[in-house]
């Protein structure tokens, strides 16, 4: 059983190191299973499943590999794995979704991957598949981040915002939110580090991993009374829950799931999308609108929604005519 201190940190903090959970042989089969499957695709994968025969990159300073389980069904037995079970239950409810679940290589590079988030109301976890230290292309977070502002709309090289990285030994495993801050540091070290990587969501997220294929990792069970659903919650929290490129949709989506509890909890009892189950404390679940509105750049807001607004107006097409 997990440690109750383990899942109150990640709710407080957006994130929790769990060390290793996973048995040393275990292990050991991982890590051959790794190794064998980047001799076969030493540059990753493109976003078509096709093999990369270049080193370049088609996530910023990654070579990915995004369907393990098919090449190596060894890496099945993460997803059996008790403590993942019983978190991913916790925090998610039954029948959650597997909604991508890849491996990440990550060679000698003198450039981050910006600080950024994913989606809302959901859960992830890391493996570290190496031994992995500071600067050696390991993924970084902010904690408590998860009720505050995307990255792109407030100040973060303040000196109160410090990333934690996630540095460790082989099998190392770290739970944290998507909707709070990460980023992928540089590697100044001629050693490649590799991680996997699990995004989840409740019973109504989408089945779909980076590429848009859909994997069958799940033994997601198909929702049942949809008469009986809040179909006008189902639309609020599947628009505002795609907020990571907006203040004003992730600050509305927080107000909802923080303050209006009765809406918040009826989202949660019918798995509506983009939503994860509180921890049930008030002062774990607690929003401070104060300390959200004041972390916020509003020139940045002002400049980054004004771009945005221009680009849908004028459309792609007409964009993608003016940049010729």
Sequence with gaps: MVNEEKIKSLYKDGMVNLDSIFDQELLR???????????????????????????DFVRPGSYMIWDIIEKKPIFSKILENKNIKEIATRVLGQDYTVASFYIRKTPKINEKLNPHIDYQGGLSFSILLDEINHEEGETFFYKKSHKLPPPPFINIDSSKYVPSSITGNVGDTFFWFPDCWHGRNMNMKEKETTILMCHLGNSNHPSADGTGRKVNYSNKKESKNL?????????????????????????????????FD????????????????????????????????????????????????????????LISILKR
Excluded: M, W
């Excluded at 089969?29 to 080193?55: S, T």
């Excluded at 019918?270 to 607690?286: A, L, P």
């Design 29 to 55: 089969d991982l890590v051959v299973a790794k190794d064998n499957i980047f001799k076969e695709y030493p540059y990753g994968q493109d976003d078509r499943l096709n093999k990369k025969n270049k080193a």
């Design 262 to 317: 009765r809406l918040s909890k009826s989202a949660i009892h019918q798995k509506t999308i983009f939503t994860r189950h509180k921890y049930g404390d008030s002062e774990v679940d607690d929003f401070s609108v104060t300390k959200y509105l004041q972390s916020a750049n509003y020139l940045k807001v002002f400049l980054i929604s004004s771009k945005t607004f221009i680009k849908k107006l004028l459309g792609k097409k």
């Design 227 to 259: 008469d009986k659903r809040n179909k006008f919650l189902d639309k609020i929290f599947e628009f505002f829950g795609r907020s990571s490129n907006n203040f004003f949709t992730h600050f509305i989506y927080c107000l909802i799931y923080f303050k």
